[in-house]
């Protein structure tokens, strides 16, 4: 019985350090694969109760351990959405046969890095097939509320290479110089014209034309008044707002505004300077300056100056990059110099990441050993933040593995030599009735 249970102990070591061998092996043969966690073995003893006077082996039993938590170092790369993730949480991923399921069904995976390049339909996928999710944005570049225990609101993140946008303008700055000259009793009388080019709703350049008509006093002196009547190119020339404009010429305060007074269009704000007019395409809101200010809208001397004129607003642009910023937003770059927010990227994060179950491609699904799943903004709460050009090393550790490869080949050969003295033992028992 005894040595039977020694024989049965040196299987049982040949199959744990077989199979620690397989996981160095693993380990070494994916030391330059991105995203990738190396795998742990270890041994425990096995105890059988032995009768007084006797003891019998009970061999070793093994357990393997992939590291998921422990994390690789970054490498930086000349791909924007090369993704990686920097502290704690997982990118949400998706499998590329999912994408051509009429279900609408995708599986949430996790991964920790991708190298992500957009396919034939704009899905952004790795070159195994292994695509990135996230929550779309609204036209208006905000991201609505989604629910954050469920990946349920997660979509693949699809971007169109051949986008085209524009932003109308909704506010306008005018500064701009009145003669004081023009006011003057004798003076002509004759208006002073400006034109304020805006886009509209579908980018195209429309025009609010302006002009400044000076109050001639009917006996020596100066008004210091204006009347400013805005007209829209595309409500074909209509009126969209009047309003007189009476200008301080009091010590200190001269050239500055002193009261607006509305006639048509949204009413003057005298705090802020703003009032609102309403063109083809919507509302815009102009500022002329506050009372008092000197900004905006000035009137000194006798030369009539646009000395700043500033909107917001944007042509149509077409896309010419994609990045991911490291709070997860992806954000089109257009050639017209505008950003827009199409995809907020979470991060997940649960109680127990080596309690995952490994997948191909560095992926990982959730179990009830990695427990309940929480969708954070990146570098918010518990979650660290989402670095673009870069990708995840190996957390293998070469000389490491080859240092236990070393200690599992000699207690393998210790093993096998057990294995071969009991061999011998039970061959001298067999001699004996020879």
Known sequence: ???????????????????????????????????????????????????????????????????????????????????????????????????????????????????????????????????????????????????????????????????????PTTRIAMGVNLPATETEFGASGDPLNLSIEYFDNLGTSQNIGIAFTPTIPGAAGASNTWTMVLTDSASGGSVIGEYTIVFDDTRGSGGTINSVATISGGAY??????????????????????????????????????TSISKDGSPVGNLISVEVDANGFVRA???????????????????????????????????????????WDAADGPTGDIVGYALEESATDVAGELTQLIQTQRAYSSNAKVIQTVDEMLQETTNIKR
Do not use: C, H
């Open 1 to 167: 019985m005894t040595i039977s249970s020694s024989l049965n102990a040196g299987v049982a070591g040949l199959a744990a350090n077989a199979s620690r061998l397989a996981t160095i092996a693993d380990n070494i043969a994916n030391s330059a694969t991105y995203g990738y966690k190396r795998v742990e073995t270890d041994f425990s003893s096995l105890v059988i109760e032995s009768g007084e006077g006797s003891y019998s082996a009970g061999g070793v039993r093994v357990a393997t351990q992939r590291l998921i938590d422990q994390p690789g170092a970054l490498a930086t790369t000349n791909n924007a959405t090369d993704l990686a993730v920097r502290g704690r949480g997982f990118l949400p991923v998706t499998t590329e046969s999912s994408l051509s399921s009429s279900t609408g069904d995708y599986p949430l995976l996790l991964a920790t890095t991708g190298s992500f390049r957009t396919d034939a339909d704009g899905y952004l996928r790795t070159s195994s097939g292994v695509t990135l999710m996230g929550w779309p944005a609204d036209p208006d570049g905000t991201i609505p509320v989604f629910p954050r225990d469920t990946g349920d609101g997660l979509e693949p993140v699809q971007i169109n290479v051949n986008q085209f946008t524009s932003e």
């Open 269 to 306: 704000d005298p705090a802020s300077g703003n009032f609102s007019v309403s063109v083809a395409g919507g509302p815009i809101e102009i500022n002329i300056g506050a009372v008092g200010t000197g900004t905006g809208l000035t009137q000194l001397s006798d030369s009539f100056a646009p």
């Open 333 to 375: 770059n257009f050639d017209i110099g505008i950003t827009r927010t199409i995809y907020q990227i979470p991060l997940i994060d649960l109680p127990n990441p080596n309690g995952l179950i490994a997948m191909d491609n560095q992926t990982y699904r959730t179990s009830n050993e990695s427990g309940t799943f929480f969708l």
